[in-house]
């Protein structure tokens, strides 16, 4: 057995993926500030490290792949892997592991509750508590809207996409639509979910949920001409990145009532800042990031990105690999 492999571990993650890695005998070098490293810092400690366990807000870019191109194995904690080139890390035979499935629940919770959230001004009534305008009862004040029996449209019908659409079957008999780039044929099994093109999508949705990638066709996808094309009474919900939306044309798309609300776990940036119009909204309800919060989830990504790492370095393969294909051999 030769010198343990070293291990940068970016930030402190549940302690059931560290545990594993100490006991199969990783040295880990633990980031202990609150803070995420700023990309000189993380060239900086990679560069004494083989191995690296990270997250989303570690910027892997072209040019910390350059410098780090030593690295043997990049595992990330999260299922999205939009702050890492993929592209580079696969020219330079560079593994990259994720985290699928773990956190499905659990963002689909919060896709879930953001929609009902919205539909009747949640948050926005609770600060009217903290402001002390609890008055008398309206009849006709503070009404939202019933989601029974309405229309879902889900932007990326994928693991995520399909608990979101389960639970909203299962609680208000909502009709699904999806729009992918290639149909699901589970989730119009079990779901009797129907494949529509992005214009109908936009068109029929009464609840349309995002749970896509970030990519370069989906980034700022949902801008101003696309919520035009958005039905006065949609609630926009996105759970999945910020930059897939472009949060002016958002604002400008409530403020005018071309939609009615919006729920989102993501912003573009993040943090929010404190004085984004988005806040003080009627009908909308902002989270920050916590779709994989709870400890069932996290406790999941950070087994199963320690185990990406174990298994890396005992067998050579990857359970959970975002770019499977630098793992074969060549013949
Ligand atoms: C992910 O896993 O990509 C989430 O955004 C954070 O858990």
């Not at 995420?36 to 490290?49: A, C, R, T």
């Not at 079957?169 to 639509?177: L, P, R, S, T, V």
């Not at 989270?287 to 890396?312: C, D, K, Q, W």
């Amino acid at each position: 057995m030769g010198e343990p492999k070293k291990v940068l571990v970016s930030r402190q993650f549940p302690d059931i993926g560290i545990k594993l890695l100490e006991q199969a005998g990783f040295k880990l070098t633990i980031w202990s500030k609150d803070r995420p490293m700023s990309l000189s810092e993380l060239i900086d400690f990679s560069m004494k490290h083989q191995a690296l366990l990270c997250t989303l807000s570690d910027m892997i870019t072209k040019e910390f792949l350059e410098k780090c191109s030593h690295l043997k194995i990049i595992s990330q904690f999260a299922v999205g892997y939009d702050n890492i080139n993929v592209a580079e890390a696969t020219r330079l035979k560079i593994p990259i592991g994720f985290t699928p499935d773990v956190m499905s629940e659990a963002t689909a919770d919060i896709a879930f509750g953001l929609m009902i959230a919205t539909a009747r001004k949640m948050f926005f009534l609770h600060k009217t508590i903290l402001k002390g305008e609890w008055g008398y009862f309206k009849p006709r004040g503070n009404l939202g809207m019933e989601l029974r029996g309405k229309t879902l449209g889900i932007f990326g019908l994928g693991r995520i996409g399909m608990k979101m659409a389960k639970l909203c079957k299962n609680a208000y008999g909502m009709e699904i639509i999806y729009h992918n780039r290639q149909p699901n044929p589970v989730g119009e099994k079990d779901l009797n979910a129907s494949w529509v093109d992005f214009e109908d999508l936009l068109a029929r949705s009464d609840v349309l949920s995002v749970h896509s990638v970030l990519s370069r066709e989906t980034q700022g996808l949902f801008n101003w001409e696309i919520f035009k094309q958005m039905k006065p009474n949609a609630i926009f919900i996105n759970t999945a990145r910020g930059a897939i939306h472009n949060e002016t044309d958002l604002i400008e798309a409530l403020s005018s009532k071309q939609i009615w609300g919006a729920g989102l776990d993501v912003t573009d940036p993040e943090p929010m800042a404190k004085n984004n119009p988005l806040l003080s909204m009627e009908t909308v309800c902002v989270l920050p990031h916590v779709g994989s919060g709870t400890m069932e989830a996290r406790n999941g990504m950070s087994r199963m990105a320690a185990e990406n790492i174990i298994e890396f370095y005992k067998t050579g393969t990857l359970p959970y690999a975002v770019n499977p294909g630098v793992l074969e051999k060549e013949l």
